[in-house]
C-alpha cells in the first residue's frame, strides 16, 4: 500500500512537471545577448563575438517633444559602424519611432547584415519642448546585437 502512495505521489508530480512546462518564445535561429548602451563617438569591443561596433552620428531626431500633442510620434536615426573580425567596415543606421520604450518590441525596426541583428532600442535624451541646449554629445543609445546562430545541414 505504500508503494501504492508513492507511485501515485510520483504520478502526481510528473503532471504538475510536464502542466507547467513553458513554450519558448525565442527564436531557435538566433542566440540572444545583452541589451548594450554606447554613448555619441563611443566604439563597443566584444571580443566574444570577434565586433567592434561605434555611434558615429546622429542623422536624425524628430521625436515628438514630451509636453506636444503631435500628429505623428516622429522618429530617430544614428549611424552606426561595425567590424566583424578582419572584414570590411560597414556602416547601417537603425531607427526608432517616437514614444517607443525599450520594452516596446513592435515598434523595434531590426536591421540584418553579416549574421547578425541590431535594433535600436532606446535613444536618450528624449526631446524636451524648448531644450535647445541638446548636442549630439549628450545623446546614448540602448542597442541590442543578436547573433544569428549558423544553420549546420
Same mark, same amino acid.
Given at each position: 500500500?505504500?508503494?501504492?502512495?508513492?507511485?501515485?505521489?510520483?504520478?502526481?508530480?510528473?503532471?504538475?512537471?510536464?502542466?507547467?512546462?513553458?513554450?519558448?518564445?525565442?527564436?531557435? /535561429?538566433?542566440?540572444?545577448?545583452?541589451?548594450? &548602451?554606447?554613448?555619441? =563617438?563611443?566604439?563597443?569591443? *566584444?571580443?566574444? #563575438? @570577434?565586433?567592434?561596433?561605434?555611434?558615429?552620428?546622429?542623422?536624425?531626431?524628430?521625436?515628438?517633444?514630451?509636453?506636444?500633442?503631435?500628429?505623428?510620434?516622429?522618429?530617430?536615426?544614428?549611424?552606426?559602424?561595425?567590424?566583424?573580425?578582419?572584414?570590411?567596415?560597414?556602416?547601417?543606421?537603425?531607427?526608432?519611432?517616437?514614444?517607443?520604450?525599450? /520594452?516596446?518590441?513592435?515598434?523595434?525596426?531590426? &536591421?540584418?547584415?553579416? =549574421?547578425?541583428?541590431?535594433? *535600436?532600442?532606446? #535613444? @536618450?535624451?528624449?526631446?524636451?519642448?524648448?531644450?535647445?541646449?541638446?548636442?549630439?554629445?549628450?545623446?546614448?543609445?540602448?542597442?541590442?546585437?543578436?547573433?544569428?546562430?549558423?544553420?549546420?545541414?
Amino acid at each position: 500500500m505504500l508503494r501504492d502512495r508513492k507511485i501515485d505521489f510520483i504520478f502526481i508530480l510528473m503532471i504538475v512537471f510536464i502542466s507547467c512546462k513553458r513554450e519558448s518564445t525565442v527564436d531557435p /535561429e538566433i542566440e540572444p545577448l545583452s541589451p548594450y &548602451t554606447i554613448k555619441y =563617438g563611443e566604439t563597443l569591443h *566584444l571580443p566574444s #563575438l @570577434d565586433l567592434k561596433v561605434g555611434f558615429r552620428e546622429v542623422l536624425e531626431d524628430s521625436r515628438c517633444s514630451i509636453g506636444v500633442i503631435c500628429c505623428w510620434q516622429g522618429r530617430a536615426r544614428i549611424d552606426v559602424w561595425m567590424i566583424i573580425s578582419r572584414a570590411d567596415t560597414i556602416t547601417i543606421a537603425p531607427m526608432i519611432f517616437g514614444n517607443s520604450g525599450t /520594452e516596446d518590441s513592435l515598434h523595434h525596426i531590426p &536591421t540584418d547584415t553579416l =549574421g547578425y541583428r541590431i535594433m *535600436l532600442l532606446r #535613444l @536618450d535624451p528624449y526631446p524636451m519642448f524648448g531644450d535647445t541646449a541638446l548636442t549630439k554629445a549628450d545623446y546614448t543609445a540602448f542597442i541590442s546585437i543578436v547573433k544569428k546562430k549558423e544553420i549546420v545541414l
